[in-house]
T-cell receptor, first 114, second 117 residues
């Protein structure tokens, strides 16, 4: 158990819909990262938040947005969903922003678009 | 931009034997971190081992060790005394020390390891 909690574990929805994925980092971790794992793109970094502030953006679509709340949990919002958004979405957390701090991953949310 | 390449999509090993998974990377940076993550069928991403590029000594964690060849930009993972529980997808990952790039892990495409009893 990594200590990172992601909900829900599975999500099935239709094209055009909007969903919210939730992540609670390990106790004491201030950094939250979101990654997408898909068959065609592999594992890709989406976005990083540190103590409530956005720190870096990766290959995140404009239809996607995220935020980190004062209690440090984070949400990834996906809107106008397309078939290609079907993927496993991981949240990871680390103590801070130092690169020597390992990122600990949650179990992921499996998103299926019908 | 940095890239990570895992040229072995699948590997197989007999229980109790040793297997080596390959990883190469491309970067112009002199300092960085390298990681191996394991993803079993349960789909968790589990950190196996990490290596700081400025350290000459290869990292070791129990049955897992790496062969880090900085000049060759190679970072292979050796699993000794393979166990059935080692069966998983293994990902090699790179993390920069510089600027905004330090925030992300860059992953290879993974190697699926099967362990035969």
């Amino acid at each position: 158990d990594s200590g990172v909690t992601q909900t829900p574990k599975h999500l099935i929805t239709a094209t055009g819909q909007r969903v919210t994925l939730r992540c609670s980092p390990r106790s004491g971790d201030l950094s939250v990262y979101w990654y997408q794992q898909s068959l065609d793109q592999g594992l890709q970094f989406l976005i990083h938040y540190y103590n409530g502030e956005e720190r870096a953006k990766g290959n995140i679509l404009e239809r996607f947005s995220a935020q980190q709340f004062p209690d440090l949990h984070s949400e990834l919002n996906l809107s106008s969903l397309e078939l290609g958004d079907s993927a496993l979405y991981f949240c990871a957390s680390s103590v801070d922003t130092r690169p020597n701090q390992p990122q600990h991953f949650g179990d992921g949310t499996r998103l299926s678009i019908l | 931009a940095q890239t990570v390449t895992q040229s072995q999509p699948e590997m197989s090993v007999q229980e109790a034997e040793t297997v080596t998974l390959s990883c190469t990377y491309d970067t112009s940076e002199s300092d960085y971190y390298l990681f191996w993550y394991k993803q079993p069928p349960s789909r968790q991403m589990i950190l196996v081992i990490r290596q700081e590029a400025y350290k000459q000594q290869n990292a070791t964690e129990n049955r897992f060790s790496v062969n880090f060849q900085k000049a060759a930009k190679s970072f292979s993972l050796k699993i000794s005394d393979s166990q059935l529980g080692d069966a998983a997808m293994y990902f090699c990952a790179y993390r920069s020390l510089y600027g905004g790039a330090t925030n992300k892990l860059i992953f290879g495409t993974g190697t699926l390891l099967a362990v035969q009893p």
